[in-house]
């Protein structure tokens, strides 16, 4: 039994890394860093699939990426993607994951655990992503602030709305009410 509960857990992450690859398709050109859809999966795999799971299917995504697999926003590929201006965002998705499937996998359930979960992550990829846009281009905190972060605030508001709308539609179809 548990070599099929682990079987179709790398289904999972399988599909949520696929998914996020289609995610990052679907992107607003705004200066350097991009809105794109793949932060929703990022969200929905610490979720969907708790911290172990959810780094698994992170990780997988980033290595397709870094082997030149077009994935990243724009198409784009290749480990030169780590080093430009979105760099520290990609990286910074690792961390974020972990934290939110940490969360969402204690005893407390409910949708404000969930927000809390991605709050915590969507804030720890802005660190990473504004510290790495700063040292890469020389921008002092503000300006990097305003251009890596800001921007994007109402569209993360509304990625966390619906990863909790369909977060809690998906649980019960996989058969995890919690992690």
């Known amino acids: 039994m548990k070599s ?15 998914l996020t690859a289609v995610g990052a398709y679907i992107a ?18 610490g979720l969907l699939l708790g911290s172990t799971w959810g780094v698994s299917s992170v990780g997988i995504y980033l290595l397709a990426g870094a082997f030149g ?21 990609l990286l910074g998705f690792l961390p974020a994951v972990y934290v939110i499937g940490l969360i969402s996998e204690q005893k407390k359930q409910g949708a404000l655990i969930d927000v809390t979960a991605m709050l915590c992550g969507t804030i720890i990829i802005y660190a990473c992503g504004i510290s790495w846009l700063k040292l890469l281009t020389g921008m002092d905190l503000k300006k990097a602030v305003a251009i890596g972060m800001i921007p994007f605030l109402i569209g993360d508001a509304l990625k966390i709305a619906a990863a909790v709308y369909i977060s809690r539609a998906v649980r019960p179809v996989i058969g995890r009410s919690r992690i």
Do not use: D, E, H, K
């Open 4 to 18: 099929i509960s682990q079987l179709q857990m790398m289904a999972y992450a399988s599909l949520i890394a696929a």
């Open 28 to 45: 607003i050109p705004v200066g350097p860093v991009p809105i794109v859809l793949q932060s929703l999966f990022i969200l929905l795999a």
């Open 69 to 89: 697999l077009p994935v990243f926003a724009g198409g784009a590929g290749g480990i030169g993607r780590f080093l430009g201006p979105t760099g520290g965002y």
